[in-house]
């Protein structure tokens, strides 16, 4: 937790995208903000040889940073996970998907797909009088179903949490960058990914009185909007960065 009070820091100018990130940290030999993030990920700057960023997109991964150690051979690869904040309690998708390929990631058995799938609206509900014609909340379920979407969720969170929040393989996110800016102020913090599933994954599974489904401070509901899209029915993920400002 010492790395995460290091790495909340204010900024003179705030970071319009991902590409600010990589530039900062190829000029890490002049820019303090990079100097500071590198010390948070545990190197000595006079040891450093050279670091080289680049952009990567399709992954949870949205900077890897290529850090080359004067007395090492190998170089050592950090994956971030840039989020973009201009408010304080504003919510950020972390991850949406259509329920099937959700399926294909964590084996879904078909009763849990059928209320997923009614939840966001991909099967229109087939209740009298529901409270939204275009899909059914996870509250107008009967307590079977609801009962076996929470001992679903809840036997499979550790794998749910990881997937959605660092990803798998080589592109696997270790660290989250937050950069929050508000009118003239700017700040960010930058959290170990283990930090960070602790954080928002740790809680409960419930369904909430307005009948949304959320995994300790994750919140899991249908992606809405989309001007009445097909997509508007794809499952998403959300969750609040800005609170790491405040571990």
């Known amino acids: ?86 408010n304080k309690k504003g919510y950020n998708q972390i991850d949406k998907r259509w329920i099937s390929h959700y399926v294909e990631m964590w084996d879904i058995p078909n009763n849990v797909i059928y209320i997923l799938k009614k939840y966001t609206g991909e099967i229109k509900p087939t209740i009298k009088n529901p409270k939204d014609t275009r899909r059914t909340f996870l509250n107008e379920f009967n307590k079977k179903n609801q009962e076996i979407v929470l001992d679903w969720f809840n036997r499979n969170k550790s794998l749910i949490v990881n997937d959605i929040l660092k990803g798998r393989g080589k592109f696997a996110a270790e660290w989250m960058l937050v950069a929050q800016k508000i009118h ?25 009185k307005r ?23 794809m499952l998403q993920f959300k969750i609040n960065p800005a609170e790491l400002f405040d571990l």
Request: hydrophobic share 40%; aromatic share 8%; proline share 1%.
């Open 1 to 86: 937790m010492n790395l995460v009070s290091k790495g909340s820091q204010t900024a003179k100018d705030g970071f319009r995208n991902e590409d600010d990130v990589v530039i900062k940290f190829n000029n890490w030999r002049n820019d303090d903000v990079a100097k500071n993030w590198l010390n948070i990920m545990g190197y000595h700057l006079r040891e450093i040889e050279y670091v080289k960023a680049v952009k990567i997109s399709g992954y949870k991964t949205d900077v890897q940073v290529q850090v080359k150690i004067k007395i090492k051979s190998a170089i050592d690869v950090e994956n971030l996970q840039v989020k973009l904040v201009s």
């Open 184 to 208: 003239k102020n700017a700040r960010w913090v930058l959290t170990p990914m283990n930090v960070v599933i602790n954080y928002f994954g740790n809680g409960d599974v419930i369904i909430t």
């Open 211 to 233: 009948g949304s489904l959320k995994i300790g401070k994750i919140t899991v509901q249908r992606k809405g909007g989309d001007g009445g899209r097909e997509t508007a029915n």
